[in-house]
């Protein structure tokens, strides 16, 4: 199970991470190039990027997806916790670092059109599961999409429908915390 576990994170959940990745430079981003090679470009997720390279899930981010990324900027993660983020790109927390990362990644190409859908269909909120096992809830108020975490923290998305050649990125203002780290 832990093989498979393994191979999942690094066939799929990292090539929609990095999706995540480059939407900080959407100036210089290409619908038509895969998420890995647009993320090389994003100026404002060099914590996403640093974190996606201690989780040693760079090698995988050209696969075909398609994957739906929220991706939090730097400012997300200068939120949290003084010491947070230095503590999980030590190499001993590799595996909690690709929980996380994956907790903010859904199977599939969820579109703002899409999230809205499924919001109408849910009575205004959707649940939602990610590639990390976990669910996240989906709301949209005053036009607005937030994601809620299982601790109950909120994210909102600050940029959405950033277009890749394997999937679609939502730029958040907030890092997601799965309840099993």
Do not use: C
């Amino acid at each position: 199970m832990r093989l498979v576990q393994h191979i999942f994170t690094r066939l799929i959940l990292a090539p929609v991470l990095l999706a995540a990745l480059y939407s900080g430079s959407l100036n210089a981003s290409d619908p038509g190039k895969t998420i890995a090679a647009n993320a090389a470009k994003a100026d404002n997720l060099s914590t996403l990027v640093a974190a996606v390279k201690a989780a040693e899930l760079v090698d995988t981010l050209n696969s075909e997806g398609p994957f739906t990324v929220f991706a939090p900027t730097n400012d997300a993660f200068a939120a949290l916790p003084a010491g947070t983020v230095d503590t999980l790109l030590k190499p001993e927390n590799k595996e909690k670092l690709q929980k996380i990362l994956g907790y903010h990644v859904l199977p599939g190409k969820a579109t703002a059109e899409v999230v809205m859908e499924m919001t109408k269909k849910g009575g205004g909120h959707a649940k939602v599961a990610t590639v990390q096992g976990e669910e996240l809830t989906l709301k949209v108020d005053g036009g607005k999409v937030t994601i809620t975490d299982s601790k109950g923290n909120t994210a909102t998305v600050i940029r959405a429908d950033l277009m890749n050649s394997n999937g679609v990125v939502h730029v958040i203002d907030g890092v997601l915390m799965p309840s099993k780290k």
